[in-house]
Nanobody, 115 residues
Framework: QVQLVESGGGLVQAGGSLRLSCLAS????????MGWYRQAPGKQRELVAV???????NYADSVKGRFTISRDNAKNTVYLQMNSLKPEDTAIYYC?????????WGQGTQVTVSS
């Protein structure tokens, strides 16, 4: 069982920055991949960024060059640095973790970008 707790969401003006954190209840050393999805009102959940335990990161086209995902295994935490935020980035952001058998989800954190 893996519990994930997100933090760092909030209200920001367009062009601003936020850093989301996702703290896992277990060591993330052996978690295959972690990442972030988001879901805006009336839209499907979409993948934002993923960071495998080894290998390169991957981003949605809409956030490339603006968002950066990173992981600190010593702190069991994954981060999403979001710069140059746009109103269309407004959504609930969910952290996830893939183990060999299951995908675990956090409860989500709201990000609202005002124009």
């Amino acid at each position: 069982q893996v519990q994930l707790v997100e933090s760092g969401g909030g209200l920001v003006q367009a062009g601003g920055s936020l850093r989301l954190s996702c703290l896992a209840s277990v060591s993330i050393d052996n978690i295959n991949a972690m990442g972030w999805y988001r879901q805006a009102p009336g839209k499907q959940r979409e993948l934002v960024a993923v960071i495998p335990s080894g290998g390169s990161t991957n981003y949605a086209d809409s956030v490339k060059g603006r968002f950066t995902i990173s992981r600190d295994n010593a702190k069991n935490t994954v981060y999403l640095q979001m710069n140059s935020l746009k109103p269309e980035d407004t959504a609930i952001y969910y952290c996830y973790a893939n183990t060999a058998r299951f995908r675990y989800w956090g409860q989500g954190t709201q990000v609202t970008v005002s124009s």
